[in-house]
Antibody
């Protein structure tokens, strides 16, 4: 069955960088748009970024635009999120999710998440 | 930016009873509306897409309705495993922005 496994989380100081990865299996990754969604401790879900199936389009939430970069390698079935200039408010569990439907508007498969803590 | 507002914030219902959760969009999102369930310590799980289509493996007691700006998730007979937080989510513009509601916590009465 479809599965997503995130990695790369950890504790990082404000202003530093971190790269998250997500490995997909059980579905045709190269046909799927992919999202990153995050959830701060005790809070709701916040969409972070999306990348089209062929990598041709990427879109970001205003809160991360200019600091985060989403990318993918369809030959390796992997999705990445490069996070630069991290802030305390970026502290969250980061989920990767498979996008489905028009403009990948809903998230049909979710990973279990990786935790990012930004703290000095 | 489209804002999604869920109500109520917390809903207390007894097992076996019906639960009705609401989601309102600040402008029309057509039927590009999804519902997710999140149990404590778990990732979200897709329940409903296209406002009313059940995702694979979702029990028939879950149903979605609505279009435009008003949407409803109904759970017809609550089971113990249904007590969780529920989120609605939309995307209906370009460039795409994917917006979640703030969530409704469904708790045991």
């Amino acid at each position: 069955q479809a599965q997503l496994v995130e990695s790369g989380g950890g504790v990082v100081q404000p202003g530093r960088s971190l790269r998250l990865s997500c490995t997909a299996s059980g579905f045709t990754f190269s046909n799927s748009g992919m999202h990153w969604v995050r959830q701060a401790p005790g809070k709701g879900l916040e969409w972070v970024a999306v990348i089209w199936h062929d990598g041709g389009n990427q879109h970001y939430a205003d809160s991360v635009k200019g600091r985060f970069t989403i990318s993918r390698d369809n030959s390796k079935n992997t999705l990445d999120l490069q996070m630069n200039n991290l802030r305390a408010e970026d502290t969250a569990v980061y989920y990767c999710a498979r996008g489905s439907g028009a403009n990948y508007y809903y998230m049909s498969v979710w990973g279990k998440g990786t935790t990012v803590t930004v703290s000095s | 930016e489209i804002v999604m507002t869920q109500s109520p914030a917390t809903l207390s219902v007894s097992p076996g009873e019906r639960a009705t959760l609401s989601c309102r969009a600040s402008q029309s999102v057509s039927s590009n509306l999804a519902w997710y369930q999140q149990r404590p310590g778990q990732p979200p799980r897709l329940l409903i897409y296209g406002a009313s289509a059940r995702a694979t493996g979702i029990p028939a007691r879950f149903s979605g309705s609505g279009s435009g700006t008003e949407f409803t998730l109904t759970i017809s007979s609550l089971q113990s495993e249904d007590f969780a937080v529920y989120y609605c989510q939309q995307s209906n513009n370009w460039p795409p922005v994917y917006t979640f509601g703030q969530g409704t916590k469904l708790e045991i009465k």
